[in-house]
């Protein structure tokens, strides 16, 4: 599974940003799919994910009612639609699938590679 993400940016606190996430290869439609972000100086985070149907997502509590996850299974494409912007979410944003839990620890099989997201104060 290939996977391209697109989108990101400079944007005031408060503010919307989407970022776009592209999947290819075998199986891909079937896989759930969803995003990590990494802080600099800091490690990388579970941000959420959406089920390969789209019918269930699950979100991180620090991004829960702010941030929006959909996908387009025609077009293998995963959309995060981040609302309510704030300086701590400054981050590398990375498009991922097939997730995985271990304990309290999210991880993904498959990675993109990662876009910019810088929110102003």
């Known amino acids: 599974v290939q996977l391209q993400a697109s989108g990101g940016g400079l944007v005031q606190t408060g503010g919307s940003l989407e970022l776009s996430c592209a999947a290819s290869g075998r199986f891909a439609s079937t896989y759930n799919m969803g995003w990590f972000r990494q802080a600099p100086g800091k490690e990388r985070d579970f941000v959420g994910f959406?089920?390969?149907?789209?019918?269930?997502?699950y979100y991180s509590d620090s991004v829960k009612g702010r941030f929006t996850i959909s996908r387009d299974n025609a077009n293998n494409t995963v959309i995060l639609q981040m609302n309510s912007l704030k300086p701590e979410d400054t981050a590398v944003y990375y498009c991922a699938a097939h997730f995985r839990r271990n304990g309290r620890t999210w991880s993904a099989q498959y990675w993109g590679q990662g876009t910019q997201v810088t929110v102003s104060s």
């Open positions: 959406i089920n390969w149907s789209g019918g269930t997502t």
